[in-house]
């Protein structure tokens, strides 16, 4: 208690007003393969969109139903974890292309003092047409000749300064900019270098040059220099000819083996359904990289999902905010993409990129070279471009950008589904032991609060073990399991969860356990992805009716019956089952809930047994689901009390705080009876020495009603009815 040492009015705050969480029971956990999306990681997934957009598309060339059975069961919930199963799997990828823009310097004078600048004290007429790597013309004036720049600055502080305000290249709409190396002063600030916007050995850049402030061919001037990404470690790449005409191209660095650069972009996490394509009906299909160029240094790389750009980002390899590096991340964390990561690689290897200070630098500031360049040109003075040089460099050129292009799928990721069923099996269990969890062990986590778990489509007896035997360790969630498709007749069924089978790869051991349970047959649905009929596995929809009797009810309430039990979406069951069909199943030691067509109701779930082979109340799903929420809420509701004092006190608080919540159960139907006791006869005085709190929960839960008898009595007229 605080001290108060001098008069006053103090105020002391205390918190009371605890109460029960609410606890979502209708949390579906779903482990299996697909074609894209995280490995071993629980998933959280809300709808379906968003379950397509993580995980691709169902598949039967995807082994089991995972994706199937979530779509169903989303369609009645808003919450389902989903566990993506691997081996070795493979990302996606595609190698992007660096190079550098076509170039030409602008003859300068000594110093800023001299007079004969050219665009300050002598006018210069520029006229430029820029050619992307497609050889695509951006220029249409002068019938395509080019766009005309008069330069006639007086105040500029330098050549480079007057050529660029006019002509630009600062904006992503400039398909032409004037560039120094930092400084106005010296070097290409005395001249000003002339960069298309575009990289590429299929880029062009064609400049003539007259004096005044008019073109005119006639009044040429000899002042320009070709600038060569070859030689570009010495002067520039500045060439010793100087010509009023120059036409010059760009270059490209080869993307593999050795002096190669790329950029290698990669899926986010391995898969097929990131590999870029077409469908059947000639939609796209997967993701693909589109690439932009823009004006000055920039670049715009766009990320298509089925064609459509979903991401975009801008970016250059300079260091001013948008380091390509940087703006895309390098890895699966602190991700900016939810598709693709990017890494600049050497040689085919991860490279330490550093951004360039300026857009003039040679690429060997950004990694260490060399570097083999194609280089094209034209080998006379404002002629065509018929010269092709590659060489390799330490350095690299200048000017340099990722080479624009149309859509380049991304290719080569696999699933890493194994092959054989013991390595599939082997897969989906994970371990329990490697950080993070892998397989359905995944589920197991208390952040999560995973009620139903199951792995359709999977009948692998060590599968369906390893998902019953974590449910029972965890008392978290029910595992749902079925027979395998095709199994047989109503005794084969039966045979099967018995540990009976026929088939010397099938069932070996029965089923029995009180957090799993078995729905059989298996239904018939139309699949819109394929437009054709499959066969699920009845365990899906044994999920999505838990969550639809959780919407409608509570958890405490059984989801079968024609009020919670009937399926609208399948149109038939496997086996048809009659009413001795139903009695062998569900009666006998036998724990298989049928699923069942009626004739005017419908399919429908017509039993809700667990694998509990013990008469018991915990023999019927609904009370197992009772206790999954009691026990959950109990938990959520008194952590609070430990390391409290060990005294009637905190034995009155608890007892207070259980009450309400478990009245509320009764309230609503799933308690008949309960009752609480905290005091000193749970807490002995052995236990309090051990600073053990015990508290006993008595509970009477509901029963269902399951088999209901009407008897019909006919009596004599003389009979007293109110006797009988």
């Not at 009370?623 to 009155?652: C, G, H, Y």
Request: proline share 4%; glycine share 10%; hydrophobic share 40%.
């Amino acid at each position: 208690m605080p001290n108060y040492l001098s008069p006053g009015v103090y105020t002391v705050e205390k918190d009371f007003s605890q109460f029960t969480p609410s606890i979502n029971t209708s949390v579906v956990g779903i482990a299996g393969f697909a074609s894209k999306g995280p490995v071993n990681k629980a998933t959280l997934i809300t709808d379906q969109e968003s379950l397509i957009r993580t995980f691709g598309e169902p598949s039967e060339a995807i082994n089991g139903q995972a994706l199937e059975g979530a779509l169903e069961i989303l369609e009645q919930t808003n919450v389902l974890y989903f566990v993506r199963c691997a081996d070795t799997a493979l990302d996606a990828s595609a190698s992007l292309a660096l190079g550098s823009c076509p170039s030409i310097a602008v003859s300068g004078q000594g110093d800023n003092t001299a007079t004969a600048r050219f665009g300050i004290e002598r006018p210069i007429t520029l006229r430029i047409q820029v050619r992307d790597n497609q050889g695509v013309a951006k220029y249409t004036n002068n019938d395509g000749a080019g766009r005309d720049f008069v330069v006639n600055v007086p105040s500029a502080r330098s050549q480079s300064a007057a050529l660029r305000s006019v002509i630009g290249g600062a904006l992503d709409s400039d398909h032409v900019g004037v560039f120094d190396a930092g400084t106005f002063d010296t070097d290409l600030g005395l001249s000003g270098a002339l960069v298309g916007g575009y990289a590429g050995s299929g880029a062009s850049l064609h400049v003539s040059a007259c004096t005044g402030t008019s073109f005119n061919a006639a009044s040429g001037i000899s002042a320009l220099h070709m600038l060569s990404p070859i030689l570009a470690g010495t002067n520039f790449g500045v060439s010793g000819v100087t010509a009023s005409a120059i036409n010059v191209g760009g270059s490209e660095i080869i993307t593999t083996g050795t002096s190669s650069i790329a950029y290698l972009v990669e899926s986010i996490d391995p898969g097929a359904g990131y590999n870029g394509g077409l469908k059947s009906d000639g939609d796209a299909s997967g993701n693909s990289i589109t690439l932009d160029s823009v004006g000055s240094q920039n670049f715009v790389l766009r990320v298509n999902d089925a064609g459509v750009a979903l991401e975009t980002f801008k970016a250059s390899l300079v260091a001013s905010g948008a380091f390509l590096e940087e703006v895309i991340n390098t890895g699966e964390t602190n991700v900016v993409s939810r598709i693709i990561k990017g890494n600049i690689v050497k040689d085919g290897a991860d490279a330490t990129a550093v951004g360039l200070t300026h857009f003039s630098n040679l690429l060997q500031s950004l990694v260490a070279g060399p570097f083999k360049t194609t280089f094209r040109y034209a080998s006379v003075a404002g002629g065509e471009i018929d010269t092709t040089s590659t060489s390799s460099n330490s350095t690299g050129g200048r000017f340099n950008k990722l080479i624009g292009q149309a859509a380049q799928n991304l290719e080569g990721g696999t699933n890493g589904i194994p092959s054989s069923e013991e390595n599939r099996a082997a897969a989906l269990i994970g371990s329990e032991a490697e950080d993070p969890k892998t397989g359905i062990q995944a589920l197991n986590d208390d952040t999560i609060n995973v009620g139903i778990a199951l792995v359709p489509g999977v009948q692998t007896q060590s599968v369906q073990n390893a998902l019953i035997t974590l449910a029972e360790n965890t008392q978290d969630f029910i595992a749902l399991v079925s027979p395998p498709y095709a199994v047989g007749t109503v005794q084969d069924a039966i045979d099967w969860s018995n540990g009976q089978a026929a088939s010397t790869d099938s069932r070996t051991v029965p089923i029995s356990s009180s957090f799993a349970a078995l729905h059989w047959p298996w239904v018939k649905v139309f699949s819109t992805f394929d437009g054709v009929d499959r066969w699920y596995d009845p365990s899906i929809f044994a999920a999505r009716q838990m969550a639809f009797t959780d919407g409608t009810g509570d958890t405490w309430f059984a989801p079968a019956g024609f009020q919670r039990g009937r399926l609208t979406k399948p149109t038939e069951t496997e086996v048809k089952l009659n009413q001795g069909d139903r009695d062998s199943l569900y009666s006998g030691g036998n724990v298989i809930n049928p699923i069942v067509a009626f004739p005017q109701q419908g399919l429908t779930i017509f039993g809700q047994r667990t694998a509990q082979r013990t008469a018991s109340a915990t023999d019927r799903i609904n009370i197992r689901r009772l206790m999954i929420f009691i026990k959950k809420s109990i938990l959520a509701t008194t952590q609070k009390f430990v390391f409290e004092p060990n005294d009637e006190f905190t034995w009155e608080q608890v007892e207070a705080s259980l009450n309400p919540f478990l009245d509320d159960i009764r309230r609503k139907r799933g308690l008949t009876e309960f009752r609480v006791v905290c005091d000193e006869t749970t807490n002995t005085p052995l236990r309090v020495d051990r600073n053990e709190l015990w508290t006993k929960v008595l509970l009477r839960p509901t029963k269902t009603a399951e088999v209901i008898v009407f008897e019909i009595n006919l009596t004599n007229q003389s009979a007293d009815l109110g006797t009988l």
